[in-house]
């Protein structure tokens, strides 16, 4: 309450304002759907000169501070730069860095950096090379003794150049309360670089270079590990994060107003990252990502409670979710929402999907195509144009509890072929889908439509549309449909129409190709 005294009567009784209580909380600027804030940042870590924070083990301290001439790294004769204590400096020694300007560095792999915090210590790197790079000698099992992880802490990466890079490290790194902004090329790239945690971290305004290439915010790659934990990503000229060969992991993280995708994760030459590393995103947001907010080709990943929503991109069709090439997802209470395109679609993969939200979005709620095995359980699919959920030459499809509804009808074809089309449940081209006490509410044209495929649908409740249970273009013996009900308990037999209703079950073009990442070198 001291506080609030003082803002109020500065400038009259400001000397009996109690200043020790805590401040308001800073303005949040990455906020989660859940609506607490992703990559807050302490302005300083500490009081003094420099900071050599808790938690971090320094067999020996190295000072630096801006200004500084003919130091010796201790503490009363700091050096001026963080370049003349890298060269000083081996595994296990920290550099503690005061206020200032400093000029780009390279640090030995094990050596950590403590920056005073990100609104006073500034480290800009030159057009084509990074900022700061720590690099190793990679995973070298015969060393005596392990190299221990370094710590960077407490710092801005700026400037012309590129941001951060870890490369062949032996224990991995960790990157905590930092922030890079409006760097070129690329934020972070960690490669070979063991397990990596970004904690309390941003990543924002990564700029195209002079080509009109990359404008990347994170890049990990070539069997690292990435933990990215309440940490933030915002404002790239193309992908916000990209895990090519590699694995990341996401909890409590915020991915924004990326121009291509939000998140973007390849597997698809490397059996060990799919198959023994895996992918997740927890308690995160991706929002208002450009193309595809959440892109996943060949890798294993498990997506909770996490929130993907208003994909958009000028002049084309973007989607949530796309999941393609073999990969195998597991998506559990999640809400997909708001995109352009399509909120989830699923191409020549397996996975399940439960106790998910996917509602509002502009041409599909959950689209499968090629797909040998999908589940979906207890599922909220609602206010999506087109179709509800959809499939085409896809077997082995359940859907089982959860309601369809309020699917709106969607202009579909070309020409005179123009229909408007707005089914629930679409089962197309030779495809196989059994649809198990769900409830298909207010489809603007068709509860359920199978055309052309074999289908089992049981215990459903249908309501409203034109029409309740189609099939067309198949026999009608090769369908089972048994105990579904429409209003007033009535019984709903399925029915064939004398004239076929307009189907596209044309596959979608995925976007199949590796994600263009630069070579990490400094150059």
């Not at 949040?28 to 609506?35: K, P, T």
């Not at 710590?151 to 032996?170: F, Q, S």
């Not at 996490?306 to 990969?327: C, F, K, M, N």
Request: net charge neutral; charged share 20%.
């Amino acid at each position: 309450m001291a506080w609030t005294r003082c803002v109020w009567l500065v400038g009259l009784i400001a000397a009996s304002c109690d200043w020790g209580e805590p401040r308001p909380p800073p303005r949040c600027e990455f906020r989660l759907a859940d609506g607490t804030c992703a990559g807050s940042l302490q302005s300083q870590l500490c009081s003094s000169t420099v900071c050599v924070a808790p938690g971090v083990t320094c067999s020996s301290t190295l000072h630096v501070l801006a200004g500084a001439a003919n130091g010796d790294g201790s503490e009363k004769a700091p050096f001026g730069g963080i370049k003349e204590a890298a060269a000083k400096a081996s595994a296990g020694a920290c550099i503690a860095v005061g206020a200032g300007n400093y000029a780009a560095a390279e640090l030995p792999d094990g050596v950590s950096l403590l920056g005073k915090g990100v609104d006073h210590v500034f480290i800009g790197g030159k057009a084509g090379g990074y900022g700061l790079v720590v690099k190793g000698a990679g995973a070298v099992s015969s060393l005596p003794i392990p190299i221990p992880q370094p710590v960077i802490r407490g710092i801005t990466l700026t400037g012309e150049g590129r941001g951060l890079l870890l490369v062949d490290l032996a224990g991995g790194a960790r990157l905590e309360q930092s922030r890079i902004d409006g760097v070129r090329d690329v934020g972070i790239y960690a490669y070979r670089a063991g397990s990596v945690v970004l904690d309390h971290v941003q990543v924002k305004k990564v700029r195209a270079n002079d080509k009109s290439e990359y404008g990347i915010g994170v890049i990990v790659a070539e069997g690292t590990q990435a933990e990215i934990v309440r940490s933030a990503v915002a404002d790239t000229a193309a992908q916000g994060i990209v895990a090519a060969e590699a694995a990341v992991r996401l909890a409590s993280t915020a991915v924004m107003r990326t121009a291509l995708h939000g998140v973007a994760i390849d597997c698809t030459t490397d059996g060990r990252c799919k198959n023994v590393l895996g992918s997740s995103l927890t308690g995160s947001t991706i929002d208002r990502c450009g193309t595809v907010g959440l892109w996943v080709k060949g890798a294993r990943i498990t997506v909770a409670t996490s929130d993907v929503g208003y994909t958009q991109i000028a002049g084309g069709s973007s989607r949530g979710v796309e999941i393609l090439d073999g990969a195998i997802v597991d998506l559990k209470d999640n809400r997909i929402h708001h995109n352009d395109g399509q909120g989830l679609v699923i191409d020549a993969s397996t996975g399940n999907l439960t106790g998910n939200t996917i509602d509002e979005n502009g041409e599909r709620g959950v689209w499968a195509q090629s797909v040998k095995s999908l589940t979906l359980e207890k599922n909220e699919i609602s206010k999506n144009r087109k179709a509800g959920f959809g499939a085409t030459n896809s077997v082995g499809i359940s859907i089982t509890g959860g309601q369809i509804f309020a699917t709106k009808k969607m202009a579909t074809g070309d020409g005179p072929g123009i229909a408007m089309v707005g089914d629930g449940v679409q089962v197309l081209s030779k495809s196989e889908v059994s649809v198990n006490t769900v409830r298909i509410e207010g489809s603007e044209r068709i509860g359920v439509l199978i055309d052309g495929s074999k289908a089992t649908v049981t215990g459903a409740t249908i309501l409203g549309g034109e029409e309740h249970l189609l099939v067309q273009n198949a026999n009608l013996a090769d369908q089972i449909c048994s105990q579904n009900i429409g209003a007033n308990n009535s019984s709903i037999s399925p029915l064939v129409p004398t004239i076929a209703y307009f189907v596209n079950a044309d596959p979608i073009k995925v976007a199949s190709l590796p994600i263009p990442i630069p070579k990490p070198q400094a150059f």
